[in-house]
């Protein structure tokens, strides 16, 4: 069984602060574990994944993410907030044994960048 | 570049209407799904398919059916439309031993 909680259903920055957005995970297995960013009126699109290897992955526009296992954490960063960073961001986790890869996904949480 | 292509970016129907929502994929995955998406809910599974005729409920099937006769095509039916049924529907595919998702642009249906 698995599952996944992101905390804030909206976080609110400044253009050019942190971006922090947080997501904890459970899994009977180890995990594989995903972001993925949904722009205004379209689909989602990948941002990055942790499978295995190195903890601290870097993904597009800048986003990183670190796996800590010990926290069953998964946080999603950015050093510096822009106004197209706006959107739905969606942290996911599938197993990473098992025979099934359907992943799980949080509630999301919007974004909001303020100029 | 991956392409998944859902036939409609919004419809609007009637109650108790017959609805057809299609996704055709270009890179011949063998998984494909139909998520619902919700505000405050996220992404809900309803229905999904390892191949050709072949489907397994998700976490949400009820009141609605899909169908997968060739292997690049996923549809999913509602067999009466509901007001419940109002939302933002989308298809995903998903390569064999893989993880990745990819997703179509989405259906937003409102049912009145």
């Known amino acids: 069984a698995q599952s996944v909680t992101q905390l804030g259903s909206h976080v609110s920055v400044s253009e050019g602060a942190l971006v922090l957005l947080r997501c904890n995970y459970s899994?009977?297995?180890?995990?594989?574990l995903f972001w993925y960013v949904q722009y205004p009126n379209q689909g989602l699109q990948l941002l990055l994944k942790?499978?295995?290897?190195?903890?601290l992955v870097k993904g597009i526009n800048g986003f990183e993410a670190e796996f800590k296992k010990s926290e069953t954490s998964f946080h999603l960063t950015k050093p510096s907030a822009h106004m197209s960073d706006a959107a739905e961001y969606f942290c996911?986790?599938?197993?990473?044994?098992?025979?099934?890869?359907?992943?799980?996904f949080g509630r999301g949480t919007s974004l909001i960048v303020h100029p | 570049d991956v392409k998944v292509t859902q036939s409609s970016r919004y419809l609007v129907k009637r109650t108790g209407e017959k609805v057809f929502l299609e996704c055709v994929q270009d890179?011949?995955?063998?998984?494909m799904f139909w998520y619902r998406q919700d505000p405050g809910l996220g992404l809900r599974l309803i229905y999904f398919s390892y191949d050709v005729k072949m489907k397994e409920k998700g976490d949400i099937p009820e009141g609605y059916s899909v169908s997968r006769e060739k292997k690049e095509r996923f549809s999913l039916i509602l067999e009466s439309a509901s007001t419940n049924q109002t939302s933002m529907y989308l298809c995903?595919?998903?390569?064999?031993?893989?993880?990745?998702?990819?997703f179509g642009a989405g259906t937003r249906l409102s049912v009145l």
């Open positions: 942790y499978t295995t290897g190195a903890t």
């Open positions: 996911a986790v599938s197993p990473a044994s098992g025979g099934s890869y359907i992943p799980t």
């Open positions: 995903a595919i998903q390569g064999s031993g893989k993880n990745i998702q990819y």
């Open positions: 899994s009977s297995v180890p995990p594989y």
């Open positions: 890179m011949d995955h063998e998984n």
